[in-house]
Nanobody
Framework: QVQLVESGGGLVQAGGSLRLSCAAS????????MGWFRQAPGKEREFVAV????????YYADSVKGRFTISRANAQNTVYLQMNSLELEDTAVYYC???????????????????WGQGTQVTVSS
């Protein structure tokens, strides 16, 4: 069992930055690839980024590529999402999730993730 707790959300102006954190409890954190998803009001949950468990390979949604960076610190059981050049369209609840293995084959498929956090709100204002 893995418990995930996100933090770092808040209100930011367009063009600004935020860093989200996701702290994981449980053993063998590095055995899970970790992903970030987001869900805006009235929209489906959307894949944002994923990072593999030990090699550090990453993959991003086109909408955030070049602006967001996912990273992890396995010794601290934590995954991060650095968000720069934020846009109004980035407003959403952001969720971290633990993939079913250390490497991702279908990173955008929510069904491949076994554990989810409760989410943290990110609001980008004009």
């Amino acid at each position: 069992q893995v418990q995930l707790v996100e933090s770092g959300g808040g209100l930011v102006q367009a063009g600004g930055s935020l860093r989200l954190s996701c702290a994981a409890s449980g053993r063998s954190f590095s055995s899970y690839a970790m992903g970030w998803f987001r869900q805006a009001p009235g929209k489906e949950r959307e894949f944002v980024a994923v990072i593999s468990g030990s090699t550090g390979n990453t993959y991003y949604a086109d909408s955030v590529k070049g602006r967001f960076t996912i990273s992890r610190a396995n010794a601290q059981n934590t995954v991060y999402l650095q968000m720069n050049s934020l846009e109004l369209e980035d407003t959403a609840v952001y969720y971290c999730a633990a993939y079913s293995s250390s490497y991702y084959s279908k990173p955008a498929d929510p069904g491949r993730y076994d554990y989810w956090g409760q989410g943290t709100q990110v609001t980008v204002s004009s």
